[in-house]
């Protein structure tokens, strides 16, 4: 795989720390407030059974890129960029294809080896299940801080939300590095009927790559 596409299931992948499972308990310790809040980010989550719209990608050499995300959990979705971009992500429930159309090459997964297994899971409790190293509320957005350990690697994990609505606004992966890369996604449409044809994954072009044909 090459390194954009890593880079590019890490950044979509980063919403998924809302249920980091299997991470340590909360190192910060949150007041009242922050506490309200991070129910919210969960009781808003948990409501969202489909959700698409837009996202733009930053990465961290100053690269950009954009497209249309569409997710219907538990365990799918997919994301397309827009061109130049020739990357593409699909989880049909059971596994996670990354397709770089430039060098014709897929890369599978099981889903439950990605991170993407925590942004598609049936229920996310945030403050329960995740390592939350801080917690930012203003008037108008909050910000919370997240250590992330995952098949893909370490680093951090810093999600951004609309204080009043509890909506998902960007999120940017610090990776162990301290390379960063964020999207922010808007134009969103939740709990709006979905095409189930948009998360197959071609397991036959899988396996005629491993033939090398």
Do not use: C
């Amino acid at each position: 795989m090459t390194s954009i596409a890593r880079r590019t299931l890490l950044a979509l992948a980063a919403a998924g720390a809302l249920a980091l499972a299997g991470l340590a308990p909360a190192a910060a310790a949150l007041d009242s407030q922050q506490k309200t809040k991070l129910a919210e980010v969960n009781s808003y989550f948990n409501s969202v059974k489909t959700m698409h719209g837009d996202f733009i990608q930053f990465g961290p050499n100053g690269e950009r890129a954009e497209g249309k995300f569409y997710l219907a959990r538990p365990g799918k979705i997919r994301f397309y960029y827009n061109p130049p971009a020739k990357v593409d992500i699909v989880a049909d429930g059971k596994s996670v294809s990354v397709k770089d159309r430039k060098l014709a090459t897929q890369d599978i997964w099981p889903l439950k080896e990605t991170p993407l297994r925590f942004l598609l899971a049936d229920r996310i409790n945030l403050e329960a299940d995740a390592q939350v190293a801080s917690v930012s509320v203003e008037p108008d957005l909050v910000t919370v801080v997240l250590a992330d350990s995952s098949t893909f690697g370490t680093g951090k994990l810093t999600l951004i939300f609309d204080a009043s609505t509890t909506e998902l606004k960007q999120w940017t992966v610090t990776d162990a590095q301290g390379y960063d890369t964020s999207v922010a996604i808007y134009n969103t449409t939740v709990n709006g009927p979905t095409n189930p044809t948009l998360f197959t994954i071609d397991y036959n072009a899988n396996t005629m790559q491993r033939r090398g044909k």
